[in-house]
Nanobody
């Protein structure tokens, strides 16, 4: 299994970005996908997750601005980020899990991709 996050970049506050997570494997439709981020000097934090049964959950800090989705045909997951703020600046990682509960917990994920940098200027 391989995961690759992409789509990051440098944007201004208020702009939008869509991150993509590409999954290389045969069982994507039975995996939950989570997005996490890590800012310099801070711990990795949960951003959003979508389970393989279709439920989604978000961190309070991004609720209403970010939307997670998935395409099981293309083996991809997405994170649409709108109204970006400077505090959204971080390296964003996608990860997969067999679980559907407590998706905010990083220890529930078994595969992680390399991150993609998102920088939001004020």
């Amino acid at each position: 299994v391989q995961l690759q996050a992409s789509g990051g970049g440098l944007v201004q506050a208020g702009d939008s970005l869509r991150l993509s997570c590409t999954y290389s494997g045969l069982t994507f439709s039975s995996k939950s996908v989570g997005w996490f981020r890590q800012a310099p000097g801070k711990e990795r934090e949960f951003v959003a997750a979508i389970t393989w049964i279709g439920g989604s959950t978000y961190a309070d800090s991004v609720k209403g601005r970010f939307t997670i989705s998935r395409d099981n045909v293309k083996n991809m997951a997405y994170l649409q980020m709108n109204s970006l703020k400077p505090e959204d600046t971080a390296v964003y990682y996608c990860a997969t899990s067999r679980l559907v509960l407590s998706m905010w917990r990083s220890s529930n994920y078994d595969f992680w991709g390399q991150g993609t940098q998102v920088t939001v200027s004020s």
